[in-house]
């Protein structure tokens, strides 16, 4: 049997895992998106569920042989080059549909699979989510109405903002971000506000059951802005191991890194779920297995 990983030879996550399957003797291929439609093909029976694809080495792969897949970047397809800018959004819409039809059918272990992402995607509603598990969340608000931005920020004095979806890092808001003129900009784009909660970073990893836990000592507002960032491995209470694990079944998970917040007086806030976290620079750095604990759950033929 076949682990697919879902990403390219750019990214150093997919490339050590990679190795480490192979050198461990598990047949694992990479499955670049952006290979497809022009050098990879893929052929599928949506009522028989048969179907098969063939790598741009030239290598087929039957669907019922395919184990397992480690998503851990969808690229998107490649380019569509054709003359007619109409003829090549349609192409480009057809290729699409494929490939994701894939991604959303293929029937095997998906780590994680298209539900997780699309929940990422739409981190309001991941967090709703979360909040109905009766998690302690910080106090949000997501919108691009000015003045329930100012409200909110008058309401909790000490508060962050960052992206709805993701693309760039936390920052601590302050009063010149609240003017007129900032403001505007959110006719441009919504954003997230969130109570910012004193306290220390933890990163909690799950793998199926195994929970895996560090804190990450750091000054920055965001600790991946910290260059001097400190992660030594640390143990949960038993009750928030449990509430990790609750947390990734409800967002469709079965790899994931959560990111809480840690007051002096002990209360664990939620942050976000990741369904595909770069966990290196944290195995490094705090000596967590975390590439076994991954590996184990692509190559385990008896995990639901």
Same mark, same amino acid.
């Given at each position: 049997?076949?682990?697919?990983?879902?990403?390219?030879?750019?990214?150093?996550?997919?490339?050590?895992?990679?190795?480490?399957?192979?050198?461990?003797?598990?047949?694992?291929?990479?499955?670049?998106?952006?290979?497809?439609?022009?050098?990879?093909?893929?052929?599928?029976?949506?009522?028989?569920?048969?179907?098969?694809?063939?790598?741009?080495?030239?290598?087929?792969?039957?669907?019922?042989?395919?184990?397992?897949?480690?998503?851990?970047?969808?690229?998107?397809?490649?380019?569509?080059? +054709?003359?007619?800018?109409?003829?090549?959004?349609?192409?480009?819409?057809?290729?699409?549909?494929? @490939?994701?039809?894939?991604?959303?059918?293929?029937?095997?272990?998906?780590?994680?699979?298209?539900?997780? @992402?699309?929940?990422?995607?739409?981190?309001?509603?991941?967090?709703?989510?979360?909040?109905? +598990?009766?998690?302690?969340?910080?106090?949000?608000?997501?919108?691009?109405?000015?003045?329930?931005?100012?409200?909110?920020?008058? $309401?909790?004095?000490?508060?962050? @903002?960052?992206?709805?979806?993701?693309?760039?890092?936390?920052r601590r808001l302050t009063g010149e971000?609240?003017?007129?003129?900032?403001?505007?900009?959110?006719?441009?784009?919504?954003?997230?506000?969130?109570?910012?909660?004193?306290?220390?970073?933890?990163?909690?990893?799950?793998?199926?059951? $195994?929970?895996?836990?560090?804190?990450?000592?750091?000054?920055?507002?965001?600790?991946r802005d910290d260059p001097a960032v400190?992660?030594?491995?640390?143990?949960?209470?038993?009750?928030?191991?449990?509430?990790?694990?609750?947390?990734?079944?409800?967002?469709?998970?079965?790899?994931?890194?959560?990111?809480?917040?840690?007051?002096?007086?002990?209360?664990?806030?939620?942050? $976000?779920?990741?369904?595909?976290?770069?966990?290196?620079?944290?195995?490094?750095?705090?000596?967590?297995?975390?590439?076994?604990?991954?590996?184990?759950?692509?190559?385990?033929?008896?995990?639901?």
């Amino acid at each position: 049997m076949t682990i697919l990983i879902l990403g390219g030879t750019d990214d150093e996550h997919p490339v050590h895992m990679h190795r480490y399957l192979l050198t461990r003797n598990h047949d694992a291929e990479f499955l670049d998106s952006r290979e497809f439609p022009a050098q990879l093909t893929i052929q599928f029976d949506p009522v028989g569920g048969q179907g098969e694809i063939v790598l741009a080495s030239g290598r087929r792969l039957p669907l019922d042989s395919i184990l397992s897949v480690y998503w851990r970047c969808y690229n998107g397809i490649g380019p569509i080059d +054709l003359p007619d800018p109409e003829q090549a959004h349609i192409a480009h819409n057809d290729a699409r549909s494929l @490939f994701e039809s894939l991604l959303i059918h293929l029937p095997c272990r998906w780590v994680n699979g298209w539900d997780g @992402f699309q929940l990422h995607q739409t981190k309001g509603a991941a967090l709703a989510r979360v909040a109905k +598990l009766g998690v302690a969340i910080p106090a949000t608000l997501l919108a691009n109405e000015p003045e329930a931005v100012r409200a909110f920020a008058a $309401e909790h004095p000490q508060c962050i @903002f960052k992206p709805v979806q993701g693309g760039a890092h936390t920052r601590r808001l302050t009063g010149e971000h609240l003017t007129d003129a900032n403001l505007a900009n959110l006719k441009y784009a919504p954003v997230t506000l969130q109570e910012e909660i004193p306290g220390t970073n933890i990163r909690v990893f799950v793998a199926g059951d $195994e929970v895996l836990a560090c804190e990450i000592a750091t000054c920055e507002v965001d600790f991946r802005d910290d260059p001097a960032v400190h992660i030594q491995p640390c143990e949960l209470p038993p009750d928030i191991a449990g509430q990790s694990r609750q947390i990734a079944r409800a967002l469709s998970l079965l790899w994931t890194g959560i990111d809480y917040r840690l007051t002096p007086e002990g209360k664990y806030y939620f942050l $976000e779920a990741n369904p595909s976290p770069m966990f290196l620079g944290f195995q490094e750095q705090a000596g967590l297995p975390l590439t076994e604990a991954l590996a184990q759950l692509l190559t385990k033929t008896d995990i639901a």
